[in-house]
């Protein structure tokens, strides 16, 4: 595997359940990212990871908790979802916060029933 | 209030011609900017990026120009192939503040035809 994988590709989930979304980043980047985008709107930051610790977390709802269990690996647990919250998200890594390249994953569609 | 905006929500040019996709910012502590291209069912790729200590910057057939009076770039792409057929977002960030804050706009789909 190379690059930024993400699972699942696709997620349909009632408001009551639980779920994670996976990222595996193969890059050796030590900087992880979750973004919301969803329709006609622009890609929205929601948390970011540097060396495992949480640097930013833009007022995103706490029904989203995010885990960092390493720098290759980040997880979104989703419970209690609204249907509002259905969209794509994508999960980025880049190298520290001074390369302000980002690469990303192909996404998970998440739609919420 | 949306920082990043690229007014044009699509654009379609012929093959071998131009392909110019604007975006403009108002907030005047951006001083990197970056280009991603996105295709459907992958993630946005890294194309090409300006500082703004610069005015242009060129990578083959892709270059971007920055006037920062305006506070716009554009992005130009010659000749256009029809792989180059993506939706391409710009984005902004403020290299004094978060380092990790990118601000994306909503992105241009451009349609080259063979």
């Known amino acids: 595997e190379t690059g930024v994988t993400q699972t699942p590709r696709h997620l349909v989930m009632g408001m009551t359940n639980k779920k994670s979304l996976k990222c595996e980043q193969h890059?050796?980047?030590?900087?992880m990212y979750w973004y919301k985008q969803s329709a006609k709107k622009p890609l929205e930051l929601m948390f970011v990871?540097?060396?495992?610790?949480?640097?930013e977390n833009n007022s995103v709802p706490s029904r989203f908790s995010p885990e960092c269990p390493n720098s290759s690996h980040l997880f979104l647990h989703l419970h209690t979802l609204q249907p509002e919250d259905s969209a794509l998200y994508l999960c980025?890594?880049?190298?520290?916060?001074?390369?302000?390249?980002?690469?990303f994953g192909p996404g998970t569609r998440l739609t919420v029933t | 209030d949306q920082q990043v905006k690229q007014n044009s929500p699509s654009l379609s040019v012929q093959e071998g011609r131009i392909s110019i996709l604007n975006c403009d910012y108002t907030?005047?502590?951006?001083?990197?900017f970056l280009w991603y291209k996105k295709y459907p069912a992958e993630g946005p790729t890294f194309l090409i990026s300006?500082?703004?200590?610069?005015d242009k910057n060129e990578d083959g057939r892709f270059t971007v120009f920055l006037n920062k009076s305006a506070k716009h770039l554009s992005l130009h792409i010659v000749p256009s192939q029809p792989g180059d057929s993506a939706v391409y977002f710009c984005?902004?960030?403020?290299?004094?503040?978060?380092?990790?804050?990118?601000?994306f706009g909503k992105g241009t789909l451009l349609t080259v035809n063979p």
């Open positions: 980025a890594s880049s190298q520290d916060g001074t390369d302000y390249e980002q690469y």
């Open positions: 890059l050796g980047h030590n900087a």
């Open positions: 990871y540097s060396l495992e610790e949480r640097v």
């Open positions: 907030n005047s502590m951006f001083d990197y």
């Open positions: 300006i500082s703004s200590i610069k």
């Open positions: 984005a902004a960030i403020s290299t004094g503040g978060s380092n990790y804050k990118l601000t």
